[in-house]
């Protein structure tokens, strides 16, 4: 929440060109003093709280200083800018909606936590950002299976309906961003710059850009993991053509209208997902639901081109797996 907070308030307050223009000092009282203001409004001041508190307090406080330097470089070496923080999906813009076959409608909303734009002529290239202070991979193959939906339906929905907040909207893709600071070995032969590149190398962001020339050309690969020659990003990988959104995009509208259409009918089995991903793992009803006598679902981890030919030919079928 602190995170979140932190970059919402920083980027909403302050332009590219108004950030770009910041000294390290700058920001870093200008982060301090954001802080300082949530410490005080929601924790009664630091004058208020233990010790301990204050401790852990000040190691986020150096997490986040390093965290707004990385972005603003990174965005420095972008075409891209922030434009919003914290968007509401069914509240900014339109909710995600599928009709099922019956007449309901199934109506998604929720909160993007930044958007991003590429301007190129009569072009918007808008991406999303996902702070994680976890950790988060990308998989497109997730999608076969109903899983890490999420960034894909905010991207879908703001294509559909952002465009009487940003223009004409062509998605540029969705990116995770870690949002902590990873530690790293290090002793007295390595120098504070190696430290720092080390250091942001755990903060490179991962997920699906639009395989086109304006995008790849401002999207930094020392910012991005993808697969790069040269420096530069190249085709392949977790890279997707405007025609392979589309599909994604179909895939994602029949998921949810087959989850909706399961729901209404009253269907609840117990079908978990194992394999790559076991939904029993973590999960509270694992001693009363039977599961090892369910049908589980096996999941696979498949290259994208891969996932691709599934979803055209799926498609091809009318939608039947």
Request: glycine residues 8%; contains cysteine.
């Amino acid at each position: 929440t602190f995170i979140h907070y932190i970059m919402e308030v920083f980027f909403s307050k302050y332009s590219k060109n108004e950030f770009s223009n910041m000294s390290e000092d700058e920001i870093n009282k200008e982060c301090d003093s954001i802080l300082d203001d949530y410490v005080n409004k929601h924790f009664g001041g630091s004058q208020k709280n233990t010790p301990r508190f204050m401790y852990r307090f000040n190691k986020i406080r150096e997490n986040v200083h390093f965290l707004v330097l990385h972005i603003i470089e990174e965005l420095k070496n972008s075409g891209f800018e922030p434009v919003d923080c914290e968007l509401k999906i069914d509240g900014d813009i339109p909710g995600y909606e599928v009709v099922l076959p019956t007449g309901q409608k199934i109506l998604l909303r929720g909160s993007v936590d930044r958007v991003d734009i590429l301007k190129k002529g009569e072009e918007n290239y808008i991406r999303i950002i996902d702070y994680k202070t976890g950790s988060k991979e990308f998989k497109l193959s997730d999608i076969l299976y109903g899983l890490n939906l999420q960034m894909l339906i905010y991207l879908y929905a703001i294509t559909l309906g952002g465009e009487e907040r940003y223009g004409k909207v062509t998605p540029a893709g969705i990116l995770y961003m870690p949002a902590t600071v990873k530690p790293i070995s290090a002793d007295n032969t390595i120098s504070d710059e190696q430290i720092n590149e080390q250091v942001s190398r755990g903060l490179k962001m991962n997920g699906m850009l639009l395989n086109s020339l304006d995008v790849i050309d401002n999207s930094d690969a020392a910012y991005i993991s993808f697969n790069t020659k040269n420096g530069t990003l190249t085709a392949g990988g977790s890279l997707a053509s405007l025609e392979e959104l589309g599909m994604i995009f179909k895939k994602l509208d029949m998921t949810v209208a087959k989850m909706g259409t399961t729901l209404y009918s009253g269907n609840v089995e117990a079908s978990p997902l194992k394999g790559g991903k076991d939904s029993c793992e973590y999960c509270p009803y694992d001693s009363i639901c039977a599961y090892h006598m369910s049908d589980c679902r096996n999941s696979f981890s498949l290259k994208n081109d891969e996932v691709c030919r599934i979803l055209e030919e799926e498609q091809e079928n009318g939608g039947e797996e």
